[in-house]
């Protein structure tokens, strides 16, 4: 503190906030920003900026994130949105008057373990490194990353649902036929353990009758991981007992696995990409199915969306994505790009989006 201002409030309760972002954070599936919040050190250099108001001073501080190298190099590219998000979230949480949070800036740092990060289960320093190239093999270049935890007798019904939940720009990880051969299958499934994005433990007959289901469930509550319980024939047990259970069947389980993931952000970045790669007109309606299901939108997803339906023929072509027949397929992008954003979208006579 400074002489002049020897009584800031705001900086002793940064962490108090930052905590509080993580909850919220969490409730709204926004990984990305929890985790940076939950790895980050603290470093504030406070009335970093003071203007007049009223005749009294108001000091704005500036709040540094130190953030693990590997995290960091993850989130580089969006830094500058992220930091701005929690700046405005950070402000938005506070009442103290005459204080504000001026600039929020992130850097990279050794490590850090405050307790109450230990406790959401994302610390970094807690998680197994896997190597980017055995990720690389286990989940590909891209997608989101899905271990699907299933009894063995279920095998091919759960490899088609693998194949149905590629088409979403998801990347799952399925035992009986990811494990190459060569592979030491135990040291194969933590790796893909401890890469993946979330859990979903298909819960058809006989699943609690595996101890490796069962452990694979904790090991996602462990690590703190999105678990969905997908009802099939059994109820949920256990550790999954608190979850809500997404009821389906094998043929609407990937809509219904996906409709949750996409309210999380890096969901919806594989969505965005599947559309970009959409290889049908078929494959599009299906992708438009989830239109209506998408509750928040970035300004970079809004602007990679749009761009992805003009350069895309097999998008263009859907009636999912143009709203050529509404009363079948929906009313198309457009509208819900008006839904999400407020702003006013309109598809020209050439098929492509524009804002108007």
């Known amino acids: 503190m ?3 201002y020897p009584n800031f409030l705001l900086p002793q309760k940064i962490d108090g906030f930052l905590s509080v972002l993580s909850k919220m954070y969490a409730t709204d599936g926004e990984t990305i920003l929890q985790e940076v919040v939950v790895n980050a050190q603290i470093r504030i250099v406070e009335a970093a900026d003071v203007y007049q108001d009223w005749g009294k001073d108001v000091c704005g501080h500036s709040v540094y994130l130190g953030l693990p190298e590997s995290l960091y190099l993850r989130i580089v590219k969006a830094k500058d949105e992220i930091r701005e998000r929690i700046k405005t979230d950070l402000n938005n949480l506070h009442n103290i008057h005459e204080e504000y949070i001026h600039s929020v800036f992130l ?6 373990d405050p307790d109450w990060r230990k406790k959401t289960g994302l610390l970094l320093s807690g998680k197994r490194f896997v190597l980017p190239e055995i990720e690389k093999r286990i989940w590909g270049e891209s997608g989101y990353r899905l271990f699907l935890s299933h009894k063995s007798e279920a095998k091919v019904a759960v490899a088609k649902l693998k194949a149905e939940l590629s088409c979403f720009g998801v990347t799952c990880f399925v035992a009986h036929e990811d494990i190459h051969p060569i592979k030491e299958w135990q040291t194969e499934i933590e790796n893909a353990l401890d890469s993946m994005d979330a859990l979903a433990a298909i819960l058809a007959e006989d699943f609690h009758d595996s101890d490796w289901t069962d452990q694979e469930v904790g090991f996602a509550f462990g690590r703190g991981v999105q678990i969905l319980p997908v009802k099939i024939t059994e109820n949920p047990y256990g550790f999954i007992g608190k979850y809500q259970a997404l009821s389906c069947n094998w043929g609407t389980a990937a809509k219904e696995i996906v409709k949750v993931l996409i309210k999380q952000e890096k969901m919806m970045d594989a969505y965005v ?6 290889p049908s007109f078929e494959s599009g309606n299906k992708l438009a199915e989830m239109l209506p299901t998408i509750e928040r939108i970035t300004p970079q997803q809004e602007s990679d969306l749009i761009d992805a339906y003009n350069i895309n023929d097999q998008i263009l072509s859907s009636f999912g994505f143009n709203g050529g027949k509404p009363h079948v397929f929906g009313y198309g992008l457009a509208h819900h790009l008006t839904r999400l954003t ?3 979208y309109t598809r020209l006579d050439t098929g492509n989006i524009v804002v108007t």
Not at 107 to 112: A, F, G, K
Not at 273 to 278: F, K
Request: aromatic share 0%.
């Open 273 to 278: 990409n599947a559309v970009r790669h959409c």
């Open 342 to 344: 407020k702003k006013s």
């Open 107 to 112: 850097e990279v740092i050794n490590n850090s």
């Open 2 to 4: 400074t002489e002049k």
